[in-house]
């Protein structure tokens, strides 16, 4: 991941013209470009090389949740796309997060790129306390999500999807090489929106966040340019 800027933009946008000018324009504003769902769906494979072409890290955010075999053969789809980072959902359970690892590293090896990190999303930054326990989630979010955490390690993911709150237990929990990706982050002068579990990115970075992922505060903003930099100066301590 880029050190001197953490922050992945997620450019949630079906229309990939107005994804590949935001990129253009963010290019030495953020670390790297995330693209999901929806962009997939509406642009596949060919829409995701408008915007690896400018050469940043992409991280393919596809949140792949299945039975093993059918997730191993999406995975080796997402490495042939060259990510950096992509998704799988922790709930799928060992033998799916062991799956996705294996294919997303045999599939890399295969066409001699680097792998992408597999990173498992634990309990989605939209659900708090009661939304997490509505689905079946039972004890605290916070242990929900080190539990998950300790399975997807154990199962051969590079890292995990968790909130700013949960990032300095899951750092300690996990180690150094654990690859924390962090949406849910809000500057002060943001709207919160649907997400449920934020810190400013300021504060998600010192609790030790190695990617803060921000889509709205950027997109949305009068000046995506400008509010990626002065997300750049908060985080720099500006
Ligand atoms: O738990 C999760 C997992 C993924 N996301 C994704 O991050 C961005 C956040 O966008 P904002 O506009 O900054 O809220 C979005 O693409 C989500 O799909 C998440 O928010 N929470």
Known sequence: MSSSNPVFVALDTTDRGKAADLARRLLG????FKLGLEYFVAQGPEGMAAVSELGMPLFVDLKLH???????AAMRGVARLKAAITTIHASGGAAMIRAAADAAR?????????????VAVTILTSLDQAGAEAVGFGGS????????????????ADG?????????AVRAQCGPGFT???PGIRPAWSETGDQKRVMTPAEAKARGADVLVIGRPILAAADPVAAAGRI???LHGG
């Open 29 to 32: 504003h953020v670390g790297g």
């Open 66 to 72: 299945d039975i093993p075999n059918t997730v191993a």
């Open 106 to 118: 045999d599939e890399a090896a295969k066409l001699g790129v680097a792998p992408p990190k597999v």
């Open 141 to 156: 979010v916070l242990d929900q999500v080190k539990r998950l955490a300790a399975l997807a390690q154990d199962n051969g």
């Open 160 to 168: 995990i999807v968790c909130s700013p709150l949960e990032v300095d």
């Open 180 to 182: 924390l990706v962090v």
């Open 232 to 234: 750049r100066d908060e």
